[in-house]
């Protein structure tokens, strides 16, 4: 979006600072969701099984591990990698797959989701790999500490992008950790270097994920 002025333009005319967007008029879709997609275009949606909350959770504990082993396989140098399409750089785009995961306690606890917490950059301690695989460790830790606790993500969640159950939010982070994670998996590639033990296509089958990978 940073290379296309006249879009960032637009989305700021319309108060908006996170994509995916989609405008028709002044009407406007935000973030990527299917089946809220389909409504907004005015077409049918197959109806498609979703992975039940357990097998998300599972799914999300094995998405934080290799984020973590990715993220260490990373010379430094690499960690300034800038992704295409956007003012981001590798290191920034570790914490933000880890900072999303957090962000779903976060929203099940206060029954909020605020879009700054998806704009938060790491924190200047937070400057090697090492920090921000020991940030994941972290991430994983206060999950699995809070999903112990009864009834910890009941209820709905006044997100950024509308009202949300808990699972469909837990859907989406899961699929928004497994894209930054296949994101992730393509920089090291790109730099030579071979991800250790990559999650697979298998790993991700039955999430809603995006075609593209940018």
Known sequence: MEDNPPALQEL???????????????????????????????????????????????????????????????????LKVRVPQRERTLRDLAFHLFRLCLAYRDACASKTFPESWLLETPPPEMRDAAALARYGASVRAQLSEWLARKDSAAGPVETYYGTQTSAQ????????????????????????????????AADFQGLPLPESLW
């Open 12 to 78: 700021q005319r319309r108060g908006l600072r996170l994509v995916p967007v989609l405008t028709d008029g002044e009407r406007t879709f935000h973030g990527w969701d299917p089946e809220r997609l389909a409504r907004f275009v005015g077409i049918e949606k197959k109806n498609e099984q979703q992975l039940e909350p357990s097998e998300l959770l599972r799914r999300l504990d094995q998405i934080l591990l290799a984020a973590e082993r990715a993220i260490l396989q990373t010379p430094p140098a690499g």
């Open 169 to 200: 939010l837990l859907e989406r982070t899961v699929w928004h950790a497994a894209q930054h994670l296949r994101q992730l998996y393509a920089l090291l590639e790109a730099m030579g270097v071979t991800p250790q033990n990559p999650l697979t």
